[in-house]
Structure formats: C-alpha cells, structure tokens
C-alpha cells in the first residue's frame, strides 16, 4: 500500500467524468491495474496497461499512463450510478501486486 | 463472474473454533493467493502459491494455515482466530506467478467475523 498512493474519495455528479488519480513508485511495473470493488463483493478487474503505452480506451474508460512521474489515472466518461464503489490502482513489481488503499467514489444525481 | 469462486460467503467463528475457507479457480491458472482485507486499510497479501509449491508467505501468524492440493483448489485454515482477524478474505488467481502474465482475477471474497 505504501508504494501506491490514491486520494480517499471522489464524489461525482450522474453523467459527468470521474477522474481517479495514482502514482506509484516501482519504475520496474510491466503492469499497472484498476481493480472495482461494490459492496460486499471482491474485486473485479476494470482494465490495466502496459508500461510502454500511455493510453488505454476502453468503452468509457480511458487508462492515462505517465511513466516519468509514475502517474495513472482512471477517467470514466458519463459517470452512472452503478459506478458508484471503491476503486484500486494496483502496479506489479517484485513478484507481487502492490494496491492502493482505494479510491471511493459517490456518484450524486 | 470472474471464474473465481470462494466458499462461504460468510462465516461467524468463535475464538476456539476451527473452519477452513475454500477458494477455486476454473481458469486453468497456476498460481493462487490469498489476501486480507481490513476496513481502513490496503490489500495485504497474505499467501502465494505457484504450481501448488508456496511461494510467498508474508509473516503470517500460525494460525491461518494454506493448503493447496491442486492448481485448482486453494484452502485457508482457521484456527484460535483473534477479534482482529475479522476481515474480507479475498482469493485470487493468475495464470503464472511473477511474469508478464500475472494478471490476478478475484473471487467475491468470505467475509470473516470472529466473536
């Protein structure tokens, strides 16, 4: 956890953009993950990128990556209810994922 | 559905009990872990298991003990459990262990109270 670092909380107006922001410390990361978990549940793997790309789209998600201020960042377009959970970043370095402590994000109408 | 299952969902233990939570993987991966989850903090990693050798163990107390019988199957022992063990008990699995194919996909998780 020490190694990944995220803001606590995002609250969000329905249909806007969320952007959840992380910077992690191992320059060695092949890759870096955004995991969702809702309540009650385990996590469910969003998407992930690997270091050598800068941006990833998936739907509405969209994976920034900038390796030289080990920065990620999650962008979510046209945020809906359902988004509402917490959200990890999550780099593997040395044998291991290494996870933030989470993102919780509160979509309001 | 993550092809991860995890098996109870939910277990109420006293301190002298003993119970084993069970994690499966219809994935056809190698490599199985087991994670705490506690409110307020990060994920710790708590066991690794590569090709049914363990792999990773980091200082966890005795008593939680893993099994893992075959590449499938994932077991956590519970025995002379504290209050503070409460927790989400996450199992996960990736198709290898420590390359580039490490991706972990979770199951739901046991969550886990101890009176």
Same mark, same amino acid.
């Given at each position: 956890?020490?190694?990944?670092?995220?803001?606590? !909380?995002?609250?969000?107006?329905?249909?806007?953009? +969320?952007?959840?922001?992380?910077?992690?410390?191992?320059? +060695?990361?092949? =890759?870096? =993950?955004?995991?969702?978990?809702?309540?009650?549940?385990?996590?469910?793997?969003?998407?992930?990128? !690997? +270091?050598?790309?800068?941006?990833?789209?998936?739907?509405?998600?969209?994976?920034?990556?900038?390796?030289?201020?080990?920065?990620?960042?999650?962008?979510?377009?046209?945020?809906?209810? /359902?988004?509402?959970?917490? =959200?990890?970043?999550?780099?593997?370095?040395?044998?291991?994922?290494? !996870?933030?402590? /989470?993102?919780?994000?509160?979509?309001?109408? | 559905?993550?092809?991860? #299952? *995890? #098996?109870?969902?939910?277990?109420?233990?006293?301190?002298?009990?003993?119970?084993?939570?069970?994690?499966? *993987?219809?994935?056809?991966?190698?490599?199985? &872990?087991? &994670?705490? *989850?506690?409110?307020?903090?990060?994920?710790?990693?708590?066991?690794? &298991?590569?090709?049914?050798?363990?792999?990773?163990?980091?200082?966890?107390?005795?008593?939680?003990?893993?099994?893992?019988?075959?590449?499938?199957?994932?077991?956590?022992?519970?025995? #002379?459990? %504290?209050?503070?063990?409460?927790?989400?008990?996450?199992?996960?699995?990736? %198709?290898?262990?420590?390359?580039?194919?490490?991706?972990? &996909?979770?199951?739901?998780? #046991?969550?886990?109270?101890?009176?």
């Amino acid at each position: 956890g020490e190694d990944v670092e995220q803001s606590l !909380f995002l609250s969000v107006r329905e249909g806007d953009s +969320s952007v959840i922001n992380c910077t992690y410390t191992d320059s +060695s990361s092949t =890759y870096l =993950y955004w995991y969702k978990q809702e309540p009650g549940a385990g996590l469910q793997l969003l998407t992930y990128i !690997f +270091s050598n790309m800068d941006m990833k789209q998936d739907q509405r998600l969209t994976v920034l990556l900038n390796k030289k201020d080990k920065h990620l960042s999650l962008r979510i377009a046209d945020t809906q209810t /359902g988004d509402s959970a917490i =959200y990890f970043c999550a780099e593997n370095g040395d044998y291991k994922l290494s !996870f933030g402590a /989470g993102t919780t994000v509160t979509v309001r109408a | 559905e993550t092809g991860v #299952t *995890q #098996t109870p969902r939910h277990l109420v233990m006293g301190m002298t009990n003993k119970k084993s939570l069970k994690c499966e *993987q219809h994935l056809g991966h190698n490599a199985m &872990y087991w &994670y705490k *989850q506690s409110a307020k903090k990060p994920l710790e990693l708590m066991f690794v &298991y590569s090709l049914e050798e363990r792999v990773e163990n980091n200082s966890v107390p005795s008593r939680f003990s893993p099994e893992c019988p075959n590449s499938s199957h994932l077991f956590l022992h519970l025995h #002379t459990l %504290q209050p503070e063990d409460s927790a989400l008990y996450l199992c996960a699995s990736s %198709q290898d262990w420590g390359g580039a194919t490490d991706t972990q &996909y979770f199951g739901p998780g #046991t969550r886990l109270t101890v009176l």
